[in-house]
């Protein structure tokens, strides 16, 4: 090779550093990070080649999540997080990103060490070390839409954490059209470039080689329920769903509905005993199982013994739920959200996610109408589906890294 010159295959690989999101409050975080990592490891060995992926997560993160995603991975570098500000940390864990901990500056010894081209997602710019080469990820902008749910406190620190990363951020990725537009209108002056990114569900061989009807037995299940699988937050809209099968009930129509997620809401503590009130006192306790944070793996496998499943949520930014049952076939009810208009999945039924005398029609249709599943051969069609978008997304994902690498370069330069 002549001095000075370069040959493409001594190029060195694109080092992408991702920093961990959620954890057991917000499983949604979690599982997004989990996507990217799972999607990347799905390309051809030729373009894998061509980067490398670090994980950065701290000494909270769940240890099980590590073990699941390390193979795919170059590395894992962790900081280790002060217990005692361990629950301030996932209080605001909505709020910023996991570089602004007790730990930041052991962070930022990491990323100056590692070099990385591509950082992602940062969700905060109003530290002294400026970071290159990174993107900001934006989830939804429910505290505008639904202040009700949300703190005086926390409303202000997200308007004043977005604001900064619309204009500080390079690049701001969004996961759905609705985001985009969202983000334009609150923030019409934004320097950033925007990028669109609907993550997809990586769907895994074991979960179509399971034996679901075990799984069903395991938590002492009738053979034929809906399913809803959110976490217990208030715009999850778990009591419409309740209200729409009280006014089954009292015509004589008796579904049953299994709820599977992590029964807490820390913007309100008493939530859960509301839903607890709610089902009783509307005599639906023989309708209604709740089953707690159950494995993964177990809660596909619901999903799919399942006759449907239903996301009645207020808002969302893209709902990795759609994305579990549109791996799997499953039809679905949905609340009328633009963006789930937009994910727009196969066999589906929308309604009024503020009435249950919307909902409560088509959950009798649906009860009377499908058998519990699995049914193989609308799996089987969802799955090929699947491999070709998450090839797509993956690809989408190393286009946003090359163009943030791309744009610091050019900076650099001028």
Not at 222 to 248: E, R
Request: charged fraction near 25%; proline fraction near 5%; include cysteine.
């Amino acid at each position: 090779m002549v001095p000075g010159g370069t040959d493409e295959h001594m190029t060195k690989p694109l080092r992408i550093g991702l920093v961990m999101q959620g954890g057991r409050d917000w499983i949604g975080g979690m599982e997004y990070i989990r996507n990217i990592i799972l999607a990347l490891a799905s390309l051809p060995q030729e373009t894998r080649a061509t980067f490398e992926v670090s994980l950065l997560a701290d000494s909270l993160t769940d240890k099980n999540f590590i073990k699941s995603v390390q193979h795919y991975l170059k590395d894992v570098n962790i900081v280790e997080v002060d217990v005692r500000s361990s629950i301030f940390y996932r209080i605001k864990r909505v709020i910023i990103a996991h570089i602004l901990t007790s730990s930041f500056y052991g962070w930022v010894k990491i990323l100056k060490k590692n070099n990385f081209d591509f950082v992602y997602p940062i969700n905060s710019y109003d530290n002294e070390f400026r970071l290159k080469n990174t993107a900001a990820w934006i989830y939804d902008f429910q505290h505008k839409y639904l202040p009700e749910y949300f703190t005086e406190n926390e409303i202000r620190n997200r308007n004043r954490e977005f604001a900064l990363i619309a204009h500080k951020a390079p690049i701001v990725v969004l996961s759905s059209k609705s985001a985009e537009t969202d983000f334009r209108k609150f923030y019409p002056h934004a320097s950033c470039t925007t990028k669109v990114l609907p993550f997809k569900i990586i769907s895994q061989p074991q979960w179509y080689e399971a034996d679901s009807k075990e799984i069903q037995r395991k938590y002492c299940l009738p053979d034929k329920y809906f399913i809803i699988s959110n976490q217990f937050w208030q715009h999850k809209n778990h009591l419409t769903v309740f209200y729409a099968l009280k006014l089954l009930k009292d015509s004589g129509i008796e579904p049953v509905v299994v709820c599977t997620g992590h029964i807490y809401d820390y913007r309100r503590p008493d939530y859960s005993d509301l839903i607890l009130q709610t089902i009783h006192t509307s005599g639906l306790s023989r309708q209604i199982y709740l089953l707690g944070l159950i494995p993964k793996n177990d809660q596909i496998q619901l999903v799919r013994r399942s006759i449907a499943l239903i996301q009645p949520s207020l808002f969302e930014g893209w709902s990795t739920v759609v994305e579990d049952a549109r791996c799997l076939g499953k039809p679905l009810i949905l609340s009328d959200l633009p963006v789930h208009r937009e994910q727009n999945p196969p066999d589906s039924r929308f309604f009024d996610g503020k009435s249950a005398s919307s909902l409560a029609p088509v959950m009798a249709d649906y009860w009377e109408s499908l058998s519990p599943g699995p049914h193989f051969e609308q799996e089987s069609i969802a799955r090929e589906y699947n491999v070709k978008e998450v090839i797509e997304f993956a690809n989408s994902f190393l286009q946003i890294a090359q163009l943030q690498k791309l744009q610091t370069k050019r900076t650099e330069n001028s």
